[in-house]
């Protein structure tokens, strides 16, 4: 299990709530599932029969609120290459829960828990031009823009519309070996204040803000 602030990832057990929460909240929903590509399922049957796929996966966990104790989305490695180091991750949040920073919260705990404790290198994902608030998702992660994904170089083809993310193993530790510092935003605004281990990283891409720490004051533009 990975626990955040607000959120636990446990895997799958197939239990009676976690399949009522799944059809309450998202994996019936065709504007949550469509949008990630993944099928809709709308019976308890279809579920059970999914959750044994799911069940037998190391790197899939369900998304639980805290709060409500509801299961509320998932986030997961969809494609995994063993030989190169490398996974792909998705996930998808209930369209009652979105809006709360939950997808970008159980984001970063799962690349900080693969860097930390799994031998993967690199981490990627992309998100359809059509789906572009899993766009603000990545934009404000800790991955960085890249040209393609490993899906696409196998295939050949170039990731059109798609845009992709990544970030590596190394590019994780660079971030979390410098100096703590606290970031505020030049206009003196305290929305979605942050605090981080890692230099260039905050929840308001590409806005002005001011970074304070013992030997380093300035100002910068994500």
């Not at 030989?83 to 997808?103: D, L, V």
């Not at 190394?170 to 305290?190: F, H, I, L, N, P």
């Amino acid at each position: 299990m990975i626990e955040t602030e607000r959120l636990l990832l446990k895997h799958y057990n197939g239990a009676d709530k976690e399949i009522r929460d799944m059809l309450k909240n998202w994996i019936s929903d065709p504007a949550v599932q469509e949008e990630y590509g993944e099928s809709v399922y709308t019976s308890l049957t279809s579920v059970k029969e999914l959750l044994e796929k799911y069940q037998s996966e190391l790197y899939r966990w369900a998304v639980w609120e805290k709060k409500s104790g509801e299961c509320i989305g998932q986030i997961a490695f969809c494609k995994i290459w063993d030989e190169i180091h490398t996974a792909e991750i998705e996930y998808c949040i209930g369209q009652s829960f979105q809006g709360n920073g939950y997808a970008g919260e159980a984001l970063k705990a799962v690349i900080d828990y693969t860097f930390t404790q799994t031998d993967f290198e690199r981490l990627e994902a992309f998100h359809r031009k059509e789906n572009p608030r899993s766009g603000n998702v990545l934009m404000k992660s800790l991955m960085h823009p890249t040209d393609t994904a490993e899906r696409f170089r196998r295939q050949g083809i170039h990731p059109g519309n798609d845009n992709c993310y990544c970030i590596t193993s190394s590019e994780w530790k660079e971030m979390y070996s410098r100096t703590q510092v606290e970031y505020r935003w030049a206009d003196g605004s305290d929305e979605d204040f942050h605090r981080f281990y890692s230099g260039g990283i905050c929840d308001r891409a590409g806005k002005d803000y001011a970074v304070w720490c013992d030997e380093h004051a300035g100002t910068g533009n994500l």
